[in-house]
């Protein structure tokens, strides 16, 4: 691992040389975190994990919990019930676009933009009821390996800084409920949307998570299986063409392993059959992706052949 750590400062030293990128402000909270954080993580198959940068900090998974949530979906409603009211198609507009939404019969796009994650929570609550977001957090914590770790965490400040200023969120929500793809209280929907969007991680967490799908479904640190091969392949298969909304063939081409990325900085990703990686830096591009974290991966794909060639 001593060659790697090397690999990793170096890469690092280089990506975090620039000042392109803004963190993201319209979400009050998330404006207050130091753009300087930078943290790289890697899980191996054999549950062996290697960091650099500032590595115990805590960042919210924001979109990163789609990419969980869609796992624990298809894991618990099952794929056709999902699928039912959510398609599997790329979206070329940002994740909180409303304006597809009148042009697809009102079915959210993809799970990965905000419409399908909600849609999800929806479906969550009238099946699990006040029971739902327990559920939720303990299936994201085994996901990450955290049994050793203690409990993931839903950070209040960030939590209620998003419930007071989500208008846009809530319209979309408001819409899929009048369409009839949203059922049940739209508020309660809305609230663990939000809940799941303020769950603290560190690029640990995500690595574990990554190398979790990477794996098949088996967590490689825990040695517990969680997923199917199907929940898998479905994952995967929307991280790679959906991951990082209208950068997603963009970031195809500079890094080339399935991702999702959340606008509080940080990416999560999956080299099938070989590791996951994590990484977290506020500053974001237009696309609300995380500019320093995007070279890093970009550089590392290449340093380690992430695509096989
Ligand atoms: N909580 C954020 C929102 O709903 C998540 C968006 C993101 O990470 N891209 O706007």
Known sequence: MENLQDLFDK???????????RVAAYIPELAQVDPSLFSLSMTTLDGTTCSSGDQGCFFSMQSISKAATLC???????????FSKIGMEPCSEPFNSIMKLEMTSSLPL???INAGAIVLTGMFNEQYGSLAIAEIVDFFSRLM?????GSLRINENIYRSE????????????????AGTLSGDVEEALDLYFKLCSIEVNTVDISVMGATLASGGRNPVSGEELL?????????????????????AEFAVEVGIPAKSGVSGGIVCVVPGR???????????????????????????????????
């Open 72 to 82: 624990f979906a298809i894991e618990t409603l099952g794929r056709d019930k999902v």
């Open 11 to 21: 890469i690092m030293g280089t990506a975090r040389n620039i000042e392109e990128g």
């Open 163 to 178: 419930k007071a200023t989500a208008d846009r969120n809530r319209a979309l929500a408001y819409f899929l409920h009048n």
């Open 275 to 309: 590791m996951g990686l994590g990484v977290f830096s506020p500053p974001l591009n237009k696309s609300g992706n995380s500019v320093a974290g995007i070279r890093a991966l970009a550089a590392l794909s290449r340093e380690l052949k992430l695509r096989g060639i």
């Open 145 to 149: 390996g955290r049994q050793t770790r």
């Open 110 to 112: 993809n799970p990965f």
């Open 228 to 248: 199917s091969i199907d929940t898998v392949y479905i994952v995967c298969g929307l991280m790679s063409v959906c991951g990082l909304y209208d950068q997603s």
